[in-house]
């Protein structure tokens, strides 16, 4: 098993589809991110849980929607997508403790979004 | 916010030559780190090397090293002895109060 899984691998989806993308941990880690990756430009951060508490949402759309059941789970719910959403999201964690900034991602292999 | 600097979008080195991809970053902070990252045609990202500001010792793992200037602000990987497996893109990343990555450079291994 590796350490952070997400599926699907790919998704093609219209904009007016609902669809859901998921990322599973297997390192006991507390905290857990969603990042959009596009070509050419910074991985950008989404969304942060800490402790299943979502601390950051960095002005995204609310067509995307977190949530995070556990510590180990995480989806991030697509609806009324537009074509420039279309991008690979990386779901990574870390372990966070006290506030330290040595903290380390482990990334997941993405989710390659099309969104026609 | 911080920001991080990849000014080399492509790189390509022969097999077993020595490479060194380039990385400047803006910060206020004193304490922070900082990472490279290998993102494979799999596309799952895995930390190279990391390197904490306070200390003044390049960090080095196995072929890979950095040469971390703190005044200039800059954050250099090296690769030694270059393997076809070592083609892939190169995130340089800053960690402070969170992640702030560059927009990599893509490393071709010529055989």
């Known amino acids: 098993e590796t350490g952070v899984t997400q599926t699907p691998r790919h998704l093609v989806m219209g904009m007016t589809n609902k669809k859901s993308l998921k990322c599973e941990q297997h390192?006991?880690?507390?905290?857990m991110y969603w990042y959009k990756q596009s070509a050419k430009k910074p991985l950008e951060l989404m969304f942060v849980?800490?402790?299943?508490?979502?601390?950051e949402n960095n002005s995204v759309p609310s067509r995307f929607s977190p949530e995070c059941p556990n510590s180990s789970h995480l989806f991030l719910h697509l609806h009324t997508l537009q074509p420039e959403d279309s991008a690979l999201y990386l779901c990574?964690?870390?372990?966070?403790?006290?506030?330290?900034?040595?903290?380390?991602?482990?990334f997941g292999s993405g989710t390659q979004l099309s969104v026609l | 916010a911080q920001t991080v600097t990849q000014s080399q979008p492509e790189m390509s080195v022969q097999e077993a030559e020595t490479v060194t991809l380039s990385c400047t970053y803006d910060t206020s902070e004193s304490d922070y780190y900082l990472f490279w990252y290998k993102q494979p045609p799999s596309r799952q990202m895995i930390l190279v090397i990391r390197?904490?500001?306070?200390?003044?010792q390049n960090a080095t793992e196995n072929r890979f090293s950095v040469n971390f200037q703190k005044a200039a602000k800059s954050f250099s990987l090296k690769i030694s002895d270059s393997q076809l497996g070592d083609a892939a893109m190169y995130f340089c990343?800053?960690?402070?109060?969170?992640?702030?990555f560059g927009t990599g450079t893509s490393l071709t291994v010529i055989p």
């Open positions: 990343a800053y960690k402070g109060d969170q992640f702030y």
């Open positions: 390197q904490e500001a306070y200390k003044q």
């Open positions: 990574a964690s870390s372990q966070v403790s006290g506030g330290a900034t040595n903290e380390k991602l482990f």
């Open positions: 849980y800490n402790f299943k508490e979502q601390t």
């Open positions: 390192l006991g880690h507390n905290a």
